[in-house]
């Protein structure tokens, strides 16, 4: 196996950090990683808020969920989808510019993922952890404010990075036979398969001490998709100028 499909294979969030810091050199150079990522008709739909004041820090882990790793790891980044930078290059180049539609959110939504998985390798490739914060988008609009993010930029998921003081085991992913179609999208076995796959998840939260149920892999998406999440983000959204026409 070759190195790069080997340390893709390895990943796992990290949530304990050494007091270390992350150089200015290295950092940089993640980032310039980040930016050499694929990006839609080379838009660059994308901004990072390197968040470095510690109130700050402990303003957004709260908002994110109680998430404490955001304040004591090395550098917090909150990745954010950006059709304010775009938008104004086109009307400075003389354009009578459409802003809100759901196209730029999704364009300016994958840019930015794809950026931040690029810095995620790269930071994985020098030994670094990181842990994605999906939480950023509870309270998207507080958090907005302590960013002072303008109309047209929405913060879509925040990244610690620093170098790890855990190792914990990787979480098995699902086999293949329930990820991959050929020709047509397959729905034979599935409940045998999900099955097989909830046995295994289970198996491995009792090698790491962590109660879950016999179904734990259905049981962790029936908690998470039994009840409204983030029901108010579409009407926040709409607030920082994304209209979804």
């Known amino acids: 196996m070759n190195p790069t499909i080997e340390l893709l294979k390895s990943h796992r969030s990290i949530r304990k950090f050494t007091d270390q810091k992350i150089s200015r050199e290295l950092f940089r150079d993640l980032i310039r990683a980040g930016q050499c990522a694929a990006s839609s008709n080379h838009v660059q739909a994308y901004s990072i808020i390197h968040v470095m004041d510690p109130d700050n820090r402990r303003k957004i882990a709260e908002l994110a969920g109680g998430q404490d790793y955001i304040a004591d790891c090395s550098d917090f980044l909150v990745f954010c989808a950006d059709m304010k930078r775009p938008t104004e290059a086109a009307g ?103 099955d097989g796959y909830d046995a295994e998840l289970a198996k491995h939260y009792d090698s790491v001490g962590k109660e879950t149920t016999r179904d734990s892999w259905t049981y962790d998406i029936d908690a998470k998709f039994a009840q409204p999440r983030r029901d108010k983000l579409r009407e926040q959204l709409k607030g920082m100028g994304f209209d979804f026409r």
């Open 92 to 194: 400075r180049a003389g354009a009578e510019v459409v802003r809100g539609m759901t196209e730029q959110l999704l364009v300016s939504t994958i840019d930015t993922s794809l950026m931040a998985q690029n810095v995620a390798v790269a930071a994985e490739s020098e030994g670094l952890g990181l842990c994605y914060i999906g939480g950023i988008r509870n309270n998207p609009a507080p958090i907005s404010e302590i960013l002072r993010l303008p109309e047209h930029v929405y913060p879509v998921f925040g990244m610690c990075l620093g170098w790890p003081a855990e190792a914990p085991k990787q979480k098995p992913r699902m086999d293949l036979g329930l990820t991959v179609h050929y020709e047509k999208y397959d729905t034979a076995g599935l409940d045998e398969k999900l």
